[in-house]
């Protein structure tokens, strides 16, 4: 079955500290790539996708994602934290047919000023 | 100001009462979907639909119905068959060009079922 893996549940980390949260996805092919962030309180919302090309994807507030086809990796990454980062965050892939979405289970982040 | 509207926010029913869920989108996309948030499981997709009048079972749609009679709205039914229902549901929607699905889908804010 198809599958998308997320290796940290809770991640812990100091303003300004690095940032980087794995992401597995399980079947090979041409594959649409999302991450997704939570606020608290808020709707989920886009922070940046893979479709084709560069590899190395930027989205809003500072994070990007690097896409490793031989790794069947898509991990996110911010080079400083910030407070208003605290979030929980899901990686998505589209399902082979293009129809929906597979999420992973989401990591919380939480980021102490 | 386009979006996702779900109705109401916060929901409580009785054990073995049907209830219905409100998503409107104004977005003009033609798929919508549902999801069920449960803490550390993600989201889970329940149904969706990609064209009026037509809709597909997802990966948990035991006890849970819909219906897609205009393409801005995909109520969800969730029936007294559903043994666990207490959960956060979040509808979404999506456009399709031609045969193509973009799959960036953007999401409502969510209805919180409780079960009393």
């Given at each position: 079955a198809q599958s998308v893996s997320q290796h940290n549940h809770h991640v812990i980390l100091s303003e300004a500290a690095s940032l980087e949260l794995g992401c597995n996805y399980s079947y090979g092919g041409t594959v649409n790539l999302f991450w997704y962030v939570q606020y608290p309180g808020q709707h989920l919302q886009l922070l940046l996708k893979y479709f084709?090309?560069?590899?190395l994807v930027k989205g809003i507030k500072g994070f990007e994602a690097e896409f490793i086809k031989s790794k069947f990796s898509f991990n996110l990454r911010k080079p400083s934290v910030q407070w208003s980062d605290t979030a929980e965050y899901f990686c998505a892939a589209a399902n082979q047919a293009g129809t929906a979405l597979i999420f992973g289970k989401g990591t919380t982040l939480s980021v102490s000023s | 100001d386009g979006g996702i509207t779900q109705s109401p926010k916060y929901l409580f029913r009785k054990e073995g009462q049907n209830v219905t869920l409100s998503c409107e989108q104004n977005?003009?996309?033609d798929a919508m979907y549902w999801y069920r948030q449960d803490p550390g499981q993600g989201l889970r997709l329940i149904y969706y639909s990609q064209i009026v009048n037509d809709f597909q079972k997802g990966d948990i749609a035991e006890g849970y119905s819909v219906s897609r009679e205009k393409k801005e709205s995909f109520p969800l039914t969730v029936t007294?068959?559903?043994?666990?229902?207490?959960a956060f549901y979040l509808c979404a929607s999506s456009s399709i060009a031609g045969d193509v699905t973009y799959n960036e889908q953007f999401f409502g804010p969510g209805t919180r079922l409780t079960v009393l």
């Open positions: 084709s090309g560069d590899p | 977005l003009n996309h007294s068959a559903q043994k666990n229902p207490t």
